[in-house]
């Protein structure tokens, strides 16, 4: 019967012969997501459950509270329609993984996929069947908080791991009873709010909007993400909630998204807020209108939707099709047949399947920034003593991130646990937290701690950020490492031994005030539950590194935005056309230095490169081919490279293969990311690696927004970031 319900033309059936029995009151009520919590039912909450007026909860994950929920929204209201259920499972539920961020640091779509399904069957083991997730902003901006939640600063490998997070969700039939329906956020624009300040506006122009921030979307929609959710702030002086050319006409209408779309927490409302509208009635009417068929916390629906329809100022219609999106999705969640979630059918949370999937997530999201005279891996046998210093060595809470409102930290095995127990007696460990939190400017440890360093063969530093700087509306304006970080490094580095640093952040930080005073930098982000032991094997060496940077590091914040798939200009710079301030001549007139696109205290360059990461091994790329020279318009092609690892141990490497179109109706970026893949390699082993791409890959946007793939000259390169050296061309001519 489950099955049989699920046919889309059933379901289709089923959904029309319901709408047909509805109220226009119990109609609205679908449209309304209310919020809960706190194991507790409200009276009025459950007056709305009973009276129709309530589609859908968020923040209830007390399984008992959710199925009586369930029971009173079943059993009590006229029609018996079961609830969505909504809980942010942003990156784990008990069982915390890396932060988004972290995870495309892996460039792994099928682990950030298992990683989101361990996070999909803890969190249906309470009774949440939709979550908040992916979050596919493309951003470019350190600053913002928001950029812990997402995949990074390009549009290709945000769309291949949205995808991947996002069946990871939805599994291969969202009526299992572990599936949880996905919802991409935020639509659209949002990850390029104005100096990356949350919730400022977004000045996207159409050209830039389609080709770079609304592609991993198309993915989302093309992979059959069942909701979408708008974004807080305004794309072209319009807000997402409101903006019908984004929502209705693109989302819904070119791109055919069968599934529905919520707002954001109380988005209608803050219309007015905006100055979009002077009061809750004509936002909740321009809502409607753009498309948003579910309203998340806020009562604009509830209250005016009655009336406006009923006053002819909105088409019932725009209702009835709302309400058609989200009964589908009830119906293909299996909702009418099982509302009730038994938390004695699932195995408990954190089981060690689940642990382990956090542990190889942190493994490959762990980047090696910086490895001088090779200080990594450390033996363990040569090692006799090592000081282990800093704010977030051993907080197992600070490791989980932001968004982690399920995530147990009791469960948290901190570096510090991790490296006491791998060093088992072989070597000393002495621990200094040195400072109280990342942000502390109180130095009276530092004494301290170079002492310590000055004993000790070596010393890793656990620096960073505390989970709180970053995620949703906490941005930073000066992205260093907090309080006196950078002092304690330099105190630690006077003691002459050798000096690991290892950062544990929510954003990318400028690091160029201590790059040189470590000798080696492990970038591991908040790696989640399981991060101890992943920085423990990297720093022993049982592990390589293999993670790859997702996202450009400036050298300081003055460059943002800076990323690899800038545009050209008419005047782009060369490494000899740029001038240092400390180097201008006195007597350099205007026009006489450079003149090309730089910064004269920073150059033009990122510290470190978007798809930069270093490993214990060392590989070698060489022989770049494609198949044939010339490719007409419609045909695959194949582009592959020798890679080898020429160094003493097995690991993974990332390759990625970029793609420079040479001339555009639009001018297109220097390099776009195009295919990637993981590959393992053991000492002396070499391999073809090998990308087929069609020629639909190197479509874009133009200049009348439509999508076109342009006849003409191409270059390509293969290799270990975006600043790949091998390069080879080929030719798009038209079909025959
Ligand atoms: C965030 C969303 C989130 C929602 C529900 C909002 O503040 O912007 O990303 O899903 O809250 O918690």
New binding site residues.
């Given amino acids: 019967m489950v099955e049989e319900a699920r046919g889309t033309e059933e379901i289709d059936r089923r959904v029309a012969a319901l709408l047909d029995r509805m109220s226009l009151e119990e109609k609205i009520g679908q449209m309304s997501l209310v919020n809960a919590g706190e194991s507790y039912i409200h009276d009025d909450l459950a007056e709305g459950l009973r009276a129709g007026r309530v589609g859908g909860v ?2 209830e994950v007390d399984v008992g509270t959710v199925n009586e929920l369930q029971r009173i929204a079943v059993e009590e209201s006229r029609l018996g329609i079961p609830l969505l259920i ?3 499972v ?1 990156h784990g539920f008990k069982t915390v993984m890396p932060i988004p961020l972290g995870q495309a640091a892996t460039w792994n779509p099928d682990l950030v996929m298992q990683a989101a399904r361990v996070a999909a069957y803890e969190a249906a083991s309470h009774g949440v069947n939709w979550t ?2 992916p ?1 596919i902003d493309v951003c470019r901006d350190p600053r913002w908080g ?1 950029i812990a ?1 997402c995949f990074g600063e390009d549009p290709h490998l945000a769309s291949v791991l949205g995808v991947a997070m996002l069946r990871g969700f939805q599994g291969p039939d969202l009526g299992r009873p572990d599936a949880i329906a996905a ?1 991409a ?2 639509f659209a624009g949002y990850g390029a709010v104005e100096s990356g300040r949350d919730y400022a506006a977004a000045n996207v122009p159409e050209n830039e909007l389609r080709n770079v921030h609304l592609r991993p979307f198309r993915a989302a929609v093309d992979a059959g993400v069942a909701t979408i ?1 708008t ?2 702030s305004e794309v072209d002086g319009v807000p997402a909630t409101a903006n019908e050319r984004l929502v209705r006409r693109i989302l819904k209408d070119e791109w055919a998204f069968g599934g529905f779309v919520v707002s ?2 109380d ?1 209608v409302r803050q219309l007015r807020i905006h100055g979009l509208t002077a009061d809750d009635r004509e936002s909740c009417r321009e809502a409607v209108t753009a498309g948003v068929d579910m309203e ?2 806020g009562d604009a629906y509830t209250v005016h939707l009655p009336a406006l329809v009923r006053g002819d100022e909105l088409d019932e219609e725009l209702i009835d099709a709302a309400v058609r999106r989200i009964l589908r999705l009830k119906f293909r969640l299996g909702l009418f047949e099982r509302p009730y979630t038994d938390p004695a059918a699932f195995l408990p949370c954190a089981s060690e399947a689940s642990l382990a999937t956090a542990r190889q997530a942190a493994l490959q999201s762990v980047v090696l920034l910086r490895n001088e005279h090779r200080v990594l891996p450390m033996s363990p046998e040569a090692l006799r003593s090592l000081a282990v210093i800093g704010p977030l060595a051993d907080a197992g809470d600070e490791q989980l991130g932001t968004w982690v409102f399920d995530g147990d930290p009791g469960l948290s095995v901190t570096p510090l646990q991790a490296i006491r127990d791998l060093a088992a007696g072989r070597f000393d460990v002495q621990y200094l937290r040195a400072m109280e939190t990342s942000r502390s400017r109180d130095t009276r440890a530092f004494d301290e701690a170079a002492t310590l360093a000055g004993q000790c063969d070596a010393t890793v530093l656990f620096l960073g950020e505390e989970a709180i700087l970053s995620g ?2 906490h941005c930073r304006a000066d992205i260093n490492l907090p309080g006196a970080q950078a002092e304690l490094v330099a105190r630690v580095r006077e003691a002459g031994k050798p000096v690991i640093a290892v950062i544990l952040a929510g954003r990318p930080l400028t690091l160029a005030n201590i790059v040189d005073k470590a000798d080696a930098i492990l970038y591991a982000w908040h790696p989640g539950t399981m991060g101890g032991p992943a920085i423990a094997d990297l720093l022993f060496g049982i592990e390589s590194p293999s993670g790859k940077l997702p996202v450009s590091f400036p050298r300081m914040v003055g460059q943002i935005p800076i990323y690899y798939s800038h545009k050209n200009t008419g005047k782009p710079p060369t490494p000899d056309s740029v001038v240092h301030i400390d180097n201008i001549d006195p007597k350099a007139r205007q026009l006489s230095l450079g003149m090309t696109s730089f910064h004269f205290d920073a150059g033009y360059t990122p510290l470190f490169a978007f798809g930069h990461g270093l490993s214990y091994t060392s590989f070698e790329y060489s022989s770049i081919r494609v198949s044939r020279d010339q490719i007409r318009l419609g045909e695959s092609f194949h582009v592959h490279a020798d890679l080898r690892n020429t160094g003493a141990i097995g690991a993974e490497e990332v390759v990625q293969l970029y793609v420079r179109d040479l001339v555009g109706n639009v001018t297109r970026p220097v390099r776009e990311l195009k295919g990637f893949r993981r590959v393992r390699l053991e000492p002396g082993q070499q391999v073809v690696v090998d990308f087929e791409l069609h020629t639909d890959d190197l479509a874009f946007h133009g200049r009348d927004m439509r999508l076109v793939v342009e006849p003409g000259e191409f270059q390509v390169w293969i290799g270990g970031s975006s600043e790949a050296g091998l390069r080879a061309e080929f030719r798009v001519v038209p079909p025959a």
Wanted: hydrophobic share 40%.
């Fill in positions: 968020l923040n909504g809980r942010d942003i908040f997730a979050m928001r939640e919802c956020k935020h959710m974004s807080f954001d927490w988005s998340m916390h949703e509306a």
